[in-house]
């Protein structure tokens, strides 16, 4: 039986969509930490720390279900 971790792991290797997914969700991570060290933010910097979250959860949410139908 193949673990999820091992599962993730072979879909970024072999689908194209899931590893762009997993992209975009890897930058708006790190954006998200940069702004988590800076402490104070601006009001546009706020707003967009709550746009990358948003952001962040759906495209976790996207690859999720392409884990699930290749599961199958």
């Given at each position: 039986m193949i673990s999820t971790q091992?599962?993730?792991?072979?879909?970024?290797?072999q689908?194209?969509?899931?590893r762009r997914l997993l992209d975009e969700h890897?930058?708006?991570?790190?954006?998200l930490d940069e702004l988590t060290r800076k402490g104070?933010?601006?009001?546009?910097e706020e707003q967009e720390e709550k746009r990358l979250?948003?952001?962040?959860?759906?495209?976790?949410d996207q690859m999720e279900a392409r884990l699930r139908s290749h599961s199958k």
């Open positions: 091992q599962l993730r792991e072979q879909m970024a290797e689908d194209p969509e899931y890897t930058k708006r991570a790190k954006r104070w933010l601006t009001n546009e979250k948003k952001e962040k959860l759906q495209l976790k």
